[in-house]
């Protein structure tokens, strides 16, 4: 069952949530499984999701407080230029 969070965002972004189907590395999803003790793929990705956003957001107001780089969840590093 997603969060009461990421159904909000979801219901933002596209009005509802959406069916899609998804190729998931099944040794990432057990892994999430035992340390989160989600019962289901849909409560894991849901919790993925609104934690990347959470992430995002938050460097997003950093970048902005600073103007220093961000390291990124994907091994690069973004700059705020200030423009």
Do not use: H, W
């Amino acid at each position: 069952m997603p969060t009461e969070s990421a159904r909000k965002y979801a219901k933002m972004v596209y009005g509802e949530s959406m069916r899609t189907n998804i190729d998931i590395d099944e040794r990432l999803v057990r892994k999430a499984r035992k340390l989160t003790r989600l019962k289901s793929k849909r409560q894991i990705v849901d919790k993925a999701l609104e934690l990347l956003v959470r992430s995002e957001s938050r460097k997003g107001i950093l970048r902005a407080a600073s103007g220093k780089a961000i390291p990124s969840p994907c091994g690069e590093t973004e700059f705020d230029l200030g423009g």
